[in-house]
């Protein structure tokens, strides 16, 4: 019962990756799409069947992704201070005391601002269900990279996950989040290393809600 | 007696922190002046500023605005005179009145002190709370009488008293006339509280429960008559996204698509929805109204995400008690009437949504706080991370960025038409509803106003049509026309849309002064018109004219 249960789990994951919008732009990108499907189904049998070592190894390889990710597409904003932003950055200083000024509208004060808009736009929601709507974020051509109706799996999974105290899920999630961070947020196919989070969450919620289901069905048969 | 001293300390950085500079940050904003205009006109006459007594909905720019905030500042500006300090009175105190009266409910649902502190220690220093509690806001008002009803309503059902839950129950009914919102809130309040809390009631508060909604009801009946007039529904069409007109313009490829108009709608919705719960919207991003927002500030500071998250951690871990499913339930259904307007995280329509919020980091903080055991010092840091943005941003960055947005150099522009009564002026500004700001600075008789509007009082609640131009004291507030006006002796004062370079150098305009925003990115200049160079191009254009028409009159021969 069980191994079918987690063959389940495995081509439902497969499915919910395979026909996620954000998917269909990888195709080009062969390496990414294994690499995604591959750590989604180490996060979904890791959180279902609640395997540690697969789960585990999954997160490892998952902030190792995270982290080639963030080279690879390093936000050089975060780093650089373009002609306007020096200007701003100059006309505010004018209005405190120049000490002040100095530490508070500074260049490294700058690239925090820089860098904690990359993490909030990374836990925006709307950005994966509804492609940024209603604030569309025109300079990354957003589109959605999940389907809207998968959202409220993604909440219970979420919220079965902290019932049970996942602690490796969600300091890996944190970990993640913070070293994607750092790339460049107007990249077209979006956040990459959080989606195999997402597909894994969902699918355990989607998992669950349909074994729920089933035990109801049967009580009431 | 150190909880006393606590809270009092915090009470008292909470009332600093509502007044201090309240005359000058932010400058008067339009619709600021339309309510200070309207509680004058009623502290004189007993009537709004079109001659309309006691009314439902104030007519004001025909946006129709809630009346509480209007009646109380009436009698603030009775006592103090018009002033901004008048017109802010009632949302300073609401301020103060939601800070108190969450602590009361704090305290009757949770006996932990370090909560209720915490609590009290957020609502003082968030950004919403401060910014909105600084303007005249009928918002904040509607939150000061909706956390006063709660207070009230769950004091009844803990100590069993049917007096309280009916007053809570007539204050809920009362904020139907303090903001908009609360015409959907109070509803689903009502609701909630019925569905979770009903079945613990004894028979008698049964029986006190439907007197209270009795009461509600009948407290409703001014708006239920109003209901079908466009001045009640003006509000929600001029905001709503279900029109088909709408949906052509904004539809894109869902134009083209099978039932796209629906999907347009679902879209709209649950995307706005999940807008305002994102923790960009709540941490990081500016309200897109900058005359609603503090530069560079979110809802929040961005370190309070640590203690939301931690919060809503406890909160999923923890039993779901019915008050904890009543508050999450209430967070949830105040974001409705936000998500179904198409404006874009207009934070001030969800202020309940932000106040629940707000004891969601409360609680975070109170769990943070268990594990550190050293509390005090997290009290520091709250007030030492809380208190620096908000000095900066709130109280400088505000005044220089967003001086435009709040009308300030508007205001200094009728300040100096005001001081010189000799003469003559002509405003003609690109915000048509700048006459708002002249008539709160001048002061101006309502008698008078009224008169010159010429208004049929029968249309009030109908009528959608609006007077931009308008005659105040010396003051002619209206299109300049170029052919008339600039042969007379007369000051025109216009921004860079109304008064060009070409048309200075035409009419031979002498500029008076300048009133920039203070970083020169929009200017509104006075210039003093020059009939003799105006008539000498005449004259010479005529001549040109006349010599040209020889010469035509030569070759037609």
Redesign the interface.
């Known amino acids: 019962m069980k191994s079918i249960s987690q063959i389940f789990l495995f081509l439902l994951t497969v499915f919910l990756t395979v026909s996620s919008p954000f998917f269909k732009r990888l195709t080009e990108e062969v390496i990414f799409s294994g690499i995604i499907i591959i750590l989604s189904l180490g996060v979904a049998l890791g959180l279902t069947f609640n395997f540690k070592k697969i789960l585990f190894l999954s997160s490892f390889l998952l902030v190792l992704f995270s982290l080639w990710f963030g080279v690879n597409h390093f936000d050089k904003k975060l780093v650089t201070v373009s002609p306007l932003e020096r200007l701003a950055l100059k006309?505010?200083q004018n209005?405190?005391y120049p000490k002040a000024a100095k530490i508070?509208f500074s260049e490294s004060t700058l690239t925090l601002?820089k860098y904690?808009?990359n993490l909030?736009?990374n836990?925006?929601?709307?950005q994966f269900?509804?492609a940024g709507?209603?604030?569309y974020r025109d300079f990354a051509l957003d589109f959605p990279k999940f389907q809207?109706y998968l959202?409220p799996f993604l909440i219970i999974g979420l919220?079965l996950i902290?019932?049970r105290?996942l602690k490796l899920f969600l300091l890996t999630s944190v970990l993640v989040l913070l070293l994607v961070a750092v790339s460049d947020p107007s990249f077209t196919l979006g956040p990459l290393p959080i989606y195999p989070l997402i597909t894994g969450v969902i699918s355990l919620g989607v998992f669950k809600s349909i074994v729920y289901f089933i035990l109801l069905a049967r009580k009431i048969c | 007696m150190l909880k006393i001293l606590l809270i009092g300390l915090v009470l008292f950085l909470a009332v600093f922190l509502r007044i201090v500079n309240i005359s000058e940050t932010p400058p008067v904003y339009l619709d600021e002046a339309s309510i200070g205009y309207d509680a004058y006109s009623l502290s004189i006459r007993s009537k709004d500023q079109y001659g309309e007594p006691w009314p439902v909905f104030f007519r004001s720019y025909a946006n129709f605005q809630s009346p509480i905030y209007i009646y109380l500042t009436a009698v603030s500006v009775k006592i103090l005179g018009l002033t901004p300090v008048s017109i802010r009175l009632v949302s300073i105190l609401s301020g103060m009145v939601i800070i108190l009266s969450t602590y009361f409910l704090i305290k009757i649902l949770n006996p932990e002190f370090k909560f209720r502190f915490y609590t009290t220690l957020i609502l003082t220093v968030s950004p919403w709370a401060v910014f909105f509690s600084r303007g005249a806001m009928e918002a904040n008002l509607g939150l000061a009488i909706f956390t006063t009803s709660l207070y009230l309503i769950f004091k009844g059902l803990f100590k069993k008293r049917g007096l309280w839950l009916i007053l809570g129950i007539i204050l809920l009914a009362l904020t139907n006339f303090g903001y908009h919102a609360y015409r959907l809130i109070s509803f689903g309040t009502l609701f909630l509280l019925i569905l979770i809390f009903y079945r613990q009631l004894s028979i008698s508060l049964k029986k006190v429960t439907f007197l209270g909604i009795a009461c509600f009801i009948l407290i409703l009946i001014p708006q239920i008559l109003l209901l079908n007039t466009p001045g009640s529904l003006e509000r929600f069409k001029s905001l709503e996204y279900f029109s088909t007109d709408f949906f052509q313009a904004n539809g894109g490829e869902l134009r083209s698509q099978f039932l796209g108009h629906y999907q347009f709608i679902i879209l709209e919705f649950f995307g706005k929805y999940l807008d305002y719960l994102s923790l960009k919207s709540l941490f990081f991003d500016t309200d897109p109204t900058l005359v609603r927002g503090i530069p560079e500030m979110a809802v929040f500071y961005q370190w309070m995400c640590v203690p939301f998250i931690v919060g809503l951690y406890f909160l999923i871990r923890e039993r779901v008690t019915k008050i904890r499913l009543f508050f999450i339930l209430l967070g949830l259904i105040s974001l409705i009437p936000a998500a179904l307007t198409r404006d874009n995280l207009y934070e001030l329509r969800v202020l309940p949504f932000l106040w629940t919020v707000s004891i969601l980091i409360s609680q975070g903080l109170t769990k943070l706080s268990q594990f550190k055991k050293f509390w005090p010092a997290i009290i520091g840091v709250v007030l030492i991370m809380s208190l620096i943005p908000l000095y900066t941003n709130y109280f400088h960055l505000l005044k220089y960025e967003r001086n435009i947005d709040h009308s300030g150099f508007i205001n200094d522009l009728f300040k100096y038409t005001k001081d010189r009564s000799d003469k003559k002026f002509i405003v003609s500004l690109s915000e048509p509803l700048s006459y708002g700001v002249a008539l709160y600075i001048y002061q101006y008789d309502p008698r008078e106003f009224e008169k010159s509007l010429n208004f049929n009082l029968e249309n009030y609640y109908t009528d959608l049509t609006l007077k931009t131009e308008h005659n105040i004291k010396n003051l002619q507030i209206r299109q300049i026309n170029w052919e008339v006006d600039t042969f007379e002796e007369v000051y025109l004062a216009g921004d860079e849309q109304t008064i060009s370079r070409f048309k200075v150098e035409e009419n031979g305009l002498e500029e008076i002064v300048i009133f920039r925003s203070p970083l020169d990115i929009r200017s509104v200049t006075i210039y003093k018109t020059n009939p003799k160079f105006k008539c000498l191009a005449r004259l010479e254009k005529d001549k040109v004219f006349s010599s040209l028409n020889q010469r035509c009159q030569i070759i037609l021969k």
């Open positions: 006309e505010r209005y405190f508070l601002y904690n808009r909030f736009t836990l925006d929601f709307n269900f509804f709507r209603p604030r809207p959202l919220i902290i019932k105290g």
